[in-house]
């Protein structure tokens, strides 16, 4: 009988090369940096046609949960659950974790296909038929891995060299993992053809997996199925126990189990992959003009080329330079050369340095019932937008040293006041004292906006109070 694929898609990390538009509270993967959908949707979309498929697996952080759930939800994709990871502990212990779980779920011989969320496939067809191959190795027994074939000598990756070929399979034995090369030794790799790209893609049978991680990283195994032994379900996601994960290694799958083991194999994959590390590469996948520029927004340029813009809210424009990075957000505007866009991360760890919100936070924030907007703000008052989903609504809380108006602008809005619960439509307004206890949602078809003004001593986020949360948050 062939065996079931279940993709699991890992869907960590901060991208924080790819500032200002992804940050720490909404990193790379979540958004549409090629096309309308987002990257993590492209990830799940693609696998669509391929044969004994079955519905994704996702592991990411607790921050990000209800952007997975959304995303997926847009599309009407299904899944098998959303596990929460409380803490970052790399490959290793997310890949354990999903295993275990499928094992729980009586799927110890199936197959995980493993895919980072943030990664650019444009040809379908090829990827599909290198999971194919995978598939039979990983069925035989064999650790497989996906090599990128190279495109150029790219000092930003890791490289695998290939060993032996397996002759019932159109695979090679993995003969070593090489770090990060500098710009000659990429150009000796590229040069032999026996070397590929590590895409940190993956295709394992469960039982094996797990086998190799008692075996070679007992510690991560152990940790992983203290936290997975009595897991708790809440709406989409699978919660852990925080002690016993936390205590798990932090170390990727390659270094737990890849580079030691003696069955890993690796299939060659060509087929348009870019794992988008750096605005750079957002150049490359994009749609060049006849200028080569790769224009986002509201842009005009003149004697410009080979430029990169994104604009989201202003008219950008460039005149007489080439080659460069511009990208304007709300609160951001970053500037850089093509060729020195890996320094943005240095950026990143100066604002947090100064503890800036800009490193983490856009001023748009999405939250699972819809988004807020922080559109002005001074020494004692701050002026949001505010967007609540049909069918949504905020949590029932408090705060101890602010007030609010609330203005509707369009919707309805179900107000609850302490006792009092009212319904307001476009052009009214109600006040919420310090103090009293309050809730907002929308029972319509229409997005709900509202003006909101609060006015006291402390406007910051913590000043939050839940008494009642239907999303589950403390």
């Known amino acids: 009988m062939t065996p079931t694929i279940t993709p699991v898609i890992l869907s960590g990390g901060s991208g924080t090369r790819l500032w ?6 909404r990193p790379k993967q979540f958004l549409p940096l090629v096309d309308e959908l987002t990257l993590f949707q492209n990830t799940v979309q693609r696998l669509q046609g391929i044969p004994n498929l079955e519905d994704v697996l996702v592991v990411c952080n607790e921050e990000h949960r209800f952007m997975v759930a959304e995303q997926l939800r847009e599309l009407q ?24 779980h499928l094992t729980q779920q009586g799927k110890s011989d199936a197959l995980m296909l493993v895919l980072p969320a943030d990664h650019v496939i444009t040809d379908n067809d090829a990827f599909h038929q290198a999971i194919q191959q995978a598939a039979q190795a990983a069925q035989d027994g064999y650790l497989t891995t996906f090599g990128i074939v190279p495109q150029r000598a790219e000092t930003g990756y890791g490289y695998i060299r290939q060993g032996e070929s397996l002759t019932d399979l159109d695979a090679s034995r993995v003969a070593a993992f090489v770090e990060k090369p500098d710009a000659g030794t990429a150009q000796t790799y590229v040069d032999s053809g026996n070397y590929l790209w590590n895409s940190g893609m993956f295709l394992f049978r469960v039982d094996r997996l797990l086998a190799a991680l008692e075996a070679y990283q007992p510690e991560v195994l152990q940790a992983c199925q203290a936290a997975l032994a009595d897991p708790s379900h809440d709406l989409d996601f699978i919660r852990l126990n925080t002690a016993a994960f936390t205590a798990a290694p932090a170390i990727s799958i390659d270094y737990a189990v890849m580079e030691k083991t003696q069955d890993a194999v690796v299939i060659p ?6 794992d988008v590390g750096a605005w750079s590469a957002v150049w490359e996948v994009g749609q060049q003009d006849a ?23 202003r008219l950008v424009t460039l ?7 511009v990208v304007e957000t709300k609160d951001a505007v970053m500037v850089a050369h093509r060729d020195k866009v890996q320094h943005v991360k240095h ?18 924030v999405n939250r699972p019932w819809g988004s807020y907007d922080c559109i002005d703000e001074g020494g004692r008052f701050q002026v949001k937008r ?46 919420i004292p310090l103090g009293e206890t309050h809730s907002l949602g929308n029972p319509g078809k229409v997005p709900l906006e509202i003006i909101e003004v609060q006015s006291g001593s402390y406007l910051g986020e ?13």
């Open 269 to 274: 994959l060509d087929a348009g992959w870019n």
């Open 347 to 364: 950026v990143v760890g100066q604002l947090k340095d100064q503890q800036r919100s800009e490193a983490s936070i856009h001023r748009e």
């Open 20 to 25: 200002p538009l992804s940050r720490q509270l």
């Open 291 to 313: 200028q080569q520029n790769v224009l986002h927004g509201d842009v005009l340029t003149h004697q410009a080329k080979g430029n990169l813009v994104h604009a989201e809210h």
């Open 386 to 431: 505010i967007v609540v989903k049909p069918g949504e609504k905020l949590s029932l809380q408090m705060h101890h040293h602010r007030a609010e108006h609330w203005i509707v602008v369009n919707g309805t809005a179900e107000v609850r006041c302490g006792d009092k619960t009212l319904l307001l439509t476009e052009n009214q307004s109600t006040y």
């Open 462 to 474: 913590d000043d939050i109070v839940r008494f009642e949360d239907v999303y589950g948050r403390s």
């Open 77 to 100: 994709l299904a899944h098998q659950g959303i596990l929460l990871e409380p803490v970052g502990r790399d490959t290793a212990p997310a890949l354990a974790l999903a295993a275990l």
């Open 319 to 325: 005149v007489g330079v080439d080659d460069l990075v």
